[in-house]
């Protein structure tokens, strides 16, 4: 009797403990409704030393709920809030440990609403840091978000994509360079058939920084062809036919932009620079001029056209180099001078006046100046 008494007091010695620490999570869930949230996070911690403890669904809900609530709470128990960091990302972890371990199918959707809090929690921070240009962190909170919205929907613990949670990860993402993550974002809610312009615009800038020049036209495509108003989209494809120098389709696609975008200078800019590749001069001065009109202190339209003269004067200055003829010479010599003096000098000088810092055009403007001998105008953009 005696032995088996001992036996019997090991044994109960060995179990006391795993209640105790049961128990713990029994006296967390009543501090919680108690409003002692303290003592609540004080006992939930301690239970966690017991192993069975850490296979028990209802202790990491408990858990989930006691971090949950600690952040709701957090302008009440500023000192706890302050002294408990993470507390979303306990959280969080603490309902998805609960699913894991969680073996009865009709019991694993116990942890849904507090994950639907936590998510929303998370996006309501990614929102305030987005508003502040602060990409990173909102990056963060809002794969968060995401993370949480897919295992719902992949658990079958609701039946409705969230396709916000999409959205801002796609911004997010882009605005911090992560562009694999946008690019994913952006394909999913292209399958998803969201078809927000913004989508298309962000999934071609990502193609074209990862190098993906089939993804890349074929996402141009897509969105011209899902919004073909959208002047953003337009805009895109007239780069991606002046990368490809296809100039027929680029004056097409400039016809349709400026239908859109009528005032837009830099569309008459970008006709006359495919008008002077065709040999078109007329009309390629044409279009710097309604360019200037339209923006007077359009500064690269006065350096473009200043640029087109000086392929005028180029083309003279090779006749001069092959001429033998000295009355032939000057004469060529004249044209190239007023090309200089009476096109392209008022026009950098425009430039120049506009952003006097940029050197190019004052190296131009010099060289210019010393060839027509005019000593102390090129003095003068030394001061």
Same mark, same amino acid.
Do not use: C
């Given at each position: 009797?005696?032995? *088996?008494?001992t036996?019997?007091?090991?044994?109960?010695?060995?179990?006391?403990?795993?209640?105790?620490?049961?128990?713990?999570? #029994?006296?967390?869930? @009543?501090?919680?409704?108690?409003?002692?949230?303290?003592?609540?996070?004080?006992?939930?911690?301690?239970?966690?030393?017991?192993?069975? &403890?850490?296979?028990? +669904?209802?202790a990491?809900?408990?858990?989930?709920?006691?971090?949950?609530?600690?952040?709701?709470?957090?302008?009440?128990?500023?000192?706890?809030?302050?002294?408990?960091?993470?507390?979303l990302?306990?959280?969080k972890?603490?309902?998805?440990?609960?699913?894991? &371990?969680?073996?009865?199918? =009709? =019991?694993?959707?116990?942890?849904?609403?507090?994950?639907q809090? &936590?998510?929303? $929690?998370?996006y309501?921070?990614?929102?305030?840091? @987005?508003?502040?240009?602060?990409? #990173?962190?909102?990056?963060?909170?809002?794969?968060?978000?995401?993370?949480?919205?897919?295992?719902?929907y992949?658990?079958?613990?609701?039946?409705?994509?969230?396709? /916000?949670? !999409?959205?801002?990860?796609?911004?997010?993402?882009?605005?911090?360079?992560?562009?694999d993550?946008?690019?994913?974002?952006?394909?999913?809610l292209?399958?998803?058939?969201?078809n927000r312009?913004?989508?298309?615009?962000?999934?071609?800038?990502? $193609?074209?920084?990862?190098?993906?020049?089939?993804?890349y036209?074929?996402?141009?495509?897509?969105?011209?062809?899902?919004?073909?108003?959208?002047?953003?989209?337009?805009?895109?494809?007239?780069?991606? !036919?002046?990368?490809?120098?296809?100039?027929?389709?680029?004056e097409?696609?400039?016809?349709?932009?400026? /239908? *859109?975008?009528?005032?837009?200078?830099?569309? !008459?800019?970008?006709?006359?620079?495919? $008008?002077?590749? =065709?040999?078109?001069?007329?009309?390629?001065?044409?279009?710097?001029?309604k360019?200037?009109?339209?923006?007077?202190?359009?500064?690269?339209? !006065?350096?473009n056209?200043a640029?087109?003269?000086?392929n005028?004067?180029?083309?003279?200055?090779?006749?001069?180099?092959?001429e033998?003829?000295?009355? =032939?010479?000057?004469?060529?010599?004249?044209?190239?001078?007023?090309?200089?003096?009476n096109?392209?000098? +008022?026009? *950098?000088?425009?430039?120049?006046?506009?952003? +006097?810092? #940029?050197?190019?055009?004052?190296?131009?403007?010099?060289?210019?100046?010393?060839?027509?001998?005019? @000593?102390?105008?090129?003095? /003068?953009?030394?001061?």
């Open positions: 009797m005696k032995k *088996l008494f036996i019997g007091a090991l044994s109960v010695m060995s179990i006391a403990p795993i209640f105790a620490q049961k128990g713990k999570v #029994n006296s967390a869930e @009543f501090n919680l409704t108690s409003g002692e949230v303290a003592k609540a996070k004080e006992n939930i911690d301690a239970s966690f030393s017991s192993e069975e &403890v850490l296979a028990m +669904p209802k990491w809900i408990v858990k989930g709920n006691v971090y949950k609530t600690i952040y709701e709470l957090r302008d009440i128990h500023k000192d706890l809030y302050s002294s408990t960091p993470k507390t990302d306990v959280a972890e603490a309902y998805l440990k609960a699913f894991e &371990v969680e073996v009865n199918p =009709k =019991k694993k959707g116990s942890m849904k609403d507090g994950l809090s &936590v998510g929303s $929690y998370y309501n921070e990614g929102i305030t840091a @987005f508003s502040a240009s602060n990409w #990173n962190l909102a990056y963060e909170k809002f794969k968060n978000t995401l993370e949480i919205s897919e295992f719902l992949n658990n079958q613990l609701t039946s409705v994509v969230d396709t /916000q949670a !999409y959205f801002v990860v796609l911004l997010s993402a882009f605005n911090t360079q992560n562009f993550d946008a690019i994913k974002a952006g394909e999913k292209a399958e998803l058939k969201d312009d913004v989508v298309y615009t962000v999934l071609i800038d990502s $193609y074209k920084q990862k190098n993906d020049q089939a993804k036209e074929k996402a141009i495509a897509d969105g011209r062809k899902a919004h073909p108003n959208n002047i953003d989209i337009l805009y895109k494809e007239i780069n991606l !036919y002046l990368e490809k120098n296809e100039l027929d389709k680029l097409e696609k400039l016809d349709q932009a400026l /239908q *859109l975008d009528p005032k837009n200078p830099s569309l !008459y800019q970008a006709k006359a620079s495919v $008008y002077d590749k =065709k040999g078109n001069s007329e009309m390629a001065l044409q279009m710097y001029d360019a200037i009109e339209l923006n007077p202190e359009f500064f690269d339209a !006065y350096v056209k640029s087109f003269y000086n005028e004067a180029n083309k003279i200055i090779e006749l001069m180099n092959n033998t003829n000295n009355a =032939k010479y000057e004469k060529l010599k004249a044209e190239r001078d007023d090309i200089f003096k096109k392209m000098i +008022p026009l *950098l000088v425009k430039a120049n006046k506009i952003d +006097p810092a #940029n050197e190019n055009v004052k190296k131009v403007l010099k060289e210019i100046y010393a060839r027509l001998d005019m @000593f102390d105008e090129m003095k /003068q953009l030394d001061k």
